[in-house]
């Protein structure tokens, strides 16, 4: 129903509404700066990496199997710090992935109220626990654990960094997929029901396949946001660049080798362009995840939008 | 007139707002039984109730008595999932599941333990066939359910209720999302399902009463104003707030 105006109100389909000018171009601006420094961004990293390829071919680059930066003739082979950086995330997300959905069901569908309060404020604070002070705990008490259980050479490696990073991302996976289950379309879960069907039949068979098209780009998100951590790799990985060959070996990957070699770099010598050149690989396959997951995302609300 | 289902002194409250007023009365077997009344009157509570789809609220709560077969469906003990398979519901909009026709139609054989694949095939097309879609879907069973008209997906939720073989089956404003002329065929289902099953259906529309039920249940705040065969009820209703309602006075 349309309703009359009343005084004071404003009517924007009016021919004589002015538009607020400066709100207007406030937010039409800064819709484009985001755009323009991500094109900066992208400029920036590869004006620091393109002269690499003056001393260094980029089939090197890429596919050279060696990282020796400090070797003389020195050797800029990314591929095992890419290997180590794949292995690492999808191990995480193989942990992360199964145990999110655990939680979120256990808080939708079996919690009482109360206690869903509780996972949902234990989460929040987990979330917020900075990534360096889960990467002290990997230091020092699962490494050494890891170490003597298993009669390792060190327990600094793929599978505590892995592990470390579940725990870093099961607070943002388990409530984005929280958010899905939530809004679930009640028809839908009534519907089932009505024909008899049991809750969890109904979870199984109705909500799960439901939600496999936003659990996949929650999926690609979770594992766009372990591709580029940091912080938690560089002090547990164990910082060799080798290929990994068990999960319980040490590891290199892209983003840990940025943050501890960038420090001891000179600027213009073909290490720190080669720093850059890996600060590349690391935005476009992060950029690459989350458009996939992105897309799987809209391609699910337009199939969920009927008729 | 065989009854169906008895109603004793149904009450139902959400917290302590009381829904539904002691209502008591019989819904015959085998025919169309409309339940009318102006919105916000409790029709709709009264329909979950009989199948108990409130109880997913917890601050839902009844007193009073359903009988079905000599048994209180609102008793505790009896079994929520062979209630459901007794009593079908089809809801005010269509709400097929995002799977194709032939497993929309199937899902409640298969939640129930059947599987084999002759029984599930000939079920599935005697259930369209009696929800009147069949001739349009026949060739493309595995067509998603979404890509279906509002009429069509509200026939395919009537033959999803049929296929579990229900007795009772309970329509909550089936045609209130639907265009004219497929509310016309919804009709014409109903009253042809009518010789086998026993229908409930609420609706806000008397000319749509007029048109399908047998028997007519008005109700004003939560309380059973009148109940008898639609004609009369439509002609001569005994009571002046049935009159009133039929008139147009309040709505």
């Known amino acids: 129903m349309l309703q009359k105006l009343g005084k004071g109100d404003v009517d924007i389909f009016s021919p004589h509404f002015k538009k607020n000018n400066v709100v207007d171009s406030v937010l039409w601006s800064s819709g484009w700066l985001s755009n323009v420094i991500i094109i900066a961004i992208i400029f920036f990293l590869f004006y620091n990496w393109v002269p690499l390829f003056k001393t260094v071919s980029p089939i090197e680059f890429f596919f050279g199997t060696r990282w020796y930066p400090t070797v003389t003739p020195p050797l800029y082979g990314t591929l095992p710090l890419l290997i180590a950086t794949i292995e690492i995330s999808l191990f995480s997300l193989i942990l992360t992935f199964p145990i999110s959905i655990v939680v979120t069901i256990f808080m939708t569908f079996i919690a009482p109220k109360k206690i869903r309060y509780l996972i949902k404020i234990f989460l929040e604070f987990f979330s917020s626990i900075p990534s360096v002070v889960l990467g002290l705990i990997g230091l020092s008490i699962v490494s050494p654990y890891l170490q003597n259980t298993f009669n390792l050479d060190t327990g600094l490696n793929v599978f505590n960094a892995s592990l470390m990073l579940t725990f870093l991302t099961i607070p943002i996976t388990a409530s984005m997929m929280e958010d899905f289950m939530v809004s679930f379309p009640r028809e839908q879960i009534e519907g089932a029901e009505a024909l008899g069907a049991t809750s969890i039949e109904t979870l199984w068979k109705v909500i799960l396949p439901g939600l496999k098209g936003p659990f996949a780009s929650i999926a690609m998100l979770s594992m766009g946001r372990i591709f580029g951590e940091t912080m938690i790799v560089l002090m547990i990985a164990g910082n060799a660049a080798i290929f990994p060959t068990s999960i319980f070996d040490p590891a290199k990957p892209l983003s840990a080798t940025i943050a501890a070699e960038m420090g001891e770099t000179a600027v213009g010598t073909p290490h720190f362009y080669a720093l850059f050149g890996i600060g590349v690989i690391i935005f476009f396959i992060t950029l690459f995840i989350n458009l996939i997951g992105e897309s799987i995302r809209i391609k699910y609300e337009m199939e969920m939008r009927r008729n | ?251």
Do not use: W
């Open chain 2, 1 to 251: 007139m065989e009854v169906s289902l008895k109603i004793e002194n149904l009450s139902a409250y959400f917290g302590e707002k009381k829904i539904l007023d002691s209502i008591t009365f019989d819904i015959p077997s085998k025919a169309i039984t409309a339940i009318v009344g102006p919105s916000g009157c409790g029709k709709s509570t009264f329909v979950r109730t009989i199948n108990r789809m409130n109880d997913r609220f917890e601050n839902f709560r009844t007193s009073g008595r359903i009988i079905l077969d000599g048994e209180d469906v609102l008793s505790k003990n009896y079994p929520l999932e062979s209630l459901r398979m007794r009593i079908g519901m089809v809801f005010q909009r269509p709400n097929p599941f995002p799977k194709s026709i032939y497993e929309n139609v199937a899902f409640g054989l298969k939640i129930h333990g059947i599987k084999d694949k002759k029984t599930l095939d000939e079920s599935v097309r005697s259930s369209l066939k009696a929800a009147a879609i069949y001739e349009q879907v026949k060739d493309n069973l595995s067509l998603n359910a979404y890509k279906l008209s509002g009429g069509q997906q509200q026939r395919l939720c009537i033959a999803r209720a049929l296929a579990v073989k229900p007795e009772v089956i309970l329509l909550d404003e089936p045609t209130s999302a639907i265009d004219p002329i497929a509310t016309k065929q919804i009709e014409d289902v109903l009253e042809k399902l009518s010789e086998d099953y026993t229908i409930v259906i609420v609706t806000h529309n008397i000319q749509q009463a007029a048109r399908i039920a047998d028997y007519i249940a008005f109700i004003y705040l939560g309380k059973l104003v009148e109940f008898g065969k639609a004609e009369e009820i439509l002609t001569s209703p005994k009571e002046k707030l049935t009159n009133d309602y039929l008139t147009g006075v309040y709505s």
